[in-house]
């Protein structure tokens, strides 16, 4: 077993380096950066998450510094989160089931290929995970009390802090619980009113106090409406996702839900009836009933399903598989994970898993390298104090000219005309040199074209013009719309001309407006901006697309 975890840790750090970066990374990342900078999400930066993984993560980000291999190092931060959420499922197994069974659901959670994969990504839900499974270790295992309850409702309070979506995670539970009290009720066994109030209550005192600590922050900060807006409205968008599609797949998606709860009420009937430890059922049943419950509410009533949205049920849905498979040996269990191998279901699962992981991302293909080509380039062309325009923050460590990401619910937001389609209007104000090609909504797309070139690295675009110039003496007018200094070239340099009538032999500054350029030569010209040519970008590469 410690040769397995070994192993995994090593694939961990290698698919760290290599593994292809989720347009999601990089947003984060502008976001952790933005904290480094005394910017305030919401207020100054967009996010649509809750704040504490972005906050939690800058100090890391401020020692690391401006650097375009930021990614795979952010990523190594991210093992510790995979290994508490691993070991605290591990916990719940052996306090619930035993030590072999908890083993064996720990390896088929490590690596099943979502949550191998998405886990090894920079996103919130790395977080949000462990947070997820320390509330249900702490809830369902060592002695009843309050203040037992209490620590459980504050994990799950910071889980609020990273991601709203935990909002359906205690929906599910309490409805899990509230199921499995009835069917204890209903088998004729008693239950402590009392106890069971005074549960709640801490609960939900102690889960309010990380959100109200944030909340009292950004009240202070005068950004409240802001934070309420991007963490809140932002996301509740009519049409999003599966909450637009085709009415017979919505009425079938709204009774997979219903259909798990009545599955899991005859399943806890039987079950309850056949146990000798009715106290461990009724620990265990909270477990997976609620986890099978949050999938189904995920399917049934949530318009977008990542599979990251899966991270914080996958260790007890695990377990509950195993646990399928396994037949209690109580008095063996803690020397049996070391003495029998492992059964050929799972030796079996395991192979698949890793064959698939290794299929579909192979770690000797370095598809992280895009990204740090693309941030490298960004780096090197630009200062702190230029803008750069990308989609959700992929530049990481530029201000961005307009205050929006494209991320899904975005765009949604714009298709349906509630959020302005601002992009031109940000590019002319600011005069940003530098574009970020993708995920532009369609109103941008004709005005980057016609006035950024492709410089050749990825989907970057530099400010700047084509002339061609077809006779020697001849004045070409032409329009400038992004007010920047910019510098004449053909595809061997720095090419000379009179411009607006005075001699043009280097750079210069150029309002929005119509100009009038004069050359010796005939040719192809490029007015492209300038630092960028002086920070060694080719004349020769904006010639050749």
């Not at 088998?187 to 009392?194: I, S």
């Not at 949604?412 to 005309?417: A, E, F, I, T, V």
């Not at 004045?475 to 920047?484: A, G, I, M, T, Y």
């Amino acid at each position: 077993m410690v040769v397995a975890f070994a192993v995994l840790l090593l694939l961990r750090v290698l698919y760290a380096f290599t593994l292809q970066v989720d347009s999601d990374e990089p947003q984060h990342l502008h976001v952790v950066w933005a904290w480094t900078q005394g910017l305030l999400p919401y207020r100054d930066v967009f996010d649509n998450h809750t704040p504490l993984f972005q906050l939690l993560m800058s100090p890391l980000l401020a020692l690391l510094g401006e650097r375009a291999d930021i990614v795979p190092l952010m990523r190594l931060a991210m093992i510790p989160f995979y290994a508490l959420a691993l070991w605290a499922g591990w916990r719940i197994g052996c306090a619930l089931w035993s030590r072999r069974t908890a083993a064996l659901a720990t390896l088929l959670t490590a690596l099943f290929p979502f949550y191998f994969v998405l886990s090894a990504q920079f996103r919130t839900d790395d977080l949000w995970s462990p947070l997820w499974v320390l509330t249900v270790l702490v809830g369902v295992t060592g002695t009843p009390g309050v203040r037992r309850v209490a620590a459980s409702g504050l994990l799950a309070g910071l889980a609020l802090a990273v991601s709203l979506k935990t909002t359906v995670l205690l929906i599910a539970g309490a409805i899990a619980l509230a199921l499995v009290l009835l069917i204890w009720r209903l088998d004729g066994r008693r239950l402590n009113a009392a106890a069971l109030t005074r549960g709640a209550i801490a609960f939900a005192l102690a889960a309010a106090v990380p959100l109200a600590m944030f909340a009292a922050f950004f009240a202070a900060e005068g950004a409240w409406a802001q934070t309420w807006y991007c963490t809140v409205q932002h996301n509740i968008v009519p049409g999003l996702g599966d909450w637009g599609g085709h009415r017979l797949a919505h009425v079938a998606r709204l009774c997979v839900f219903p259909a798990l709860l009545l599955l899991n009420a005859g399943v806890l009937w039987r079950t309850l009836r056949r146990t000798t430890d009715a106290e461990r059922w009724l620990r265990r049943s909270v477990v997976l009933a609620s986890a099978v419950l949050y999938v189904g509410a995920l399917i049934s009533y949530w318009p977008l399903v990542p599979a990251q949205d899966l991270l914080p049920v996958t260790p007890m849905l695990m377990l509950g598989l195993v646990a399928l498979g396994e037949r209690e040996q109580p008095g063996r269990a803690a020397a049996v994970v070391r003495r029998r191998a492992l059964p050929l279901w799972v030796l079996l699962f395991l192979l698949f898993d890793l064959g698939v992981i290794l299929a579909l991302r192979p770690p000797w293909r370095d598809r992280a390298a895009v990204q740090e080509n693309h941030l490298a380039a960004v780096l090197r062309l630009t200062r702190p104090d230029d803008d750069v325009m990308d989609a959700k923050g992929e530049s990481i460590f530029r201000m961005r000219p307009i205050y929006w990401a494209f991320e899904n619910i975005t765009q949604q937001r714009m298709k349906l005309g509630l959020i302005p389609d601002d992009v031109v209007a940000g590019l002319i104000r600011t005069g940003t040199p530098l574009v970020d090609d993708y995920r532009m909504p369609a109103g941008a797309q004709a005005f980057i074209a016609a006035n950024y070139l492709a410089i050749g690295i990825g989907r970057l675009r530099v400010a700047g013009l084509l002339l061609d110039v077809p006779q020697a003496g001849v004045p070409v007018r032409f329009r400038v719309n992004v007010p920047q200094t910019y510098v004449l070239v053909d595809a061997t340099g720095t090419a000379v001309g009179v411009l607006d009538g005075t001699e043009l032999d280097g750079p210069r500054r150029l309002t929005a407006g119509s100009h009038v350029l004069t050359v010796p030569r005939p040719g192809r010209y490029a007015l492209v901006w300038a630092p960028a040519m002086a920070r060694s970008l080719r004349a020769a590469d904006l010639f050749k697309h």
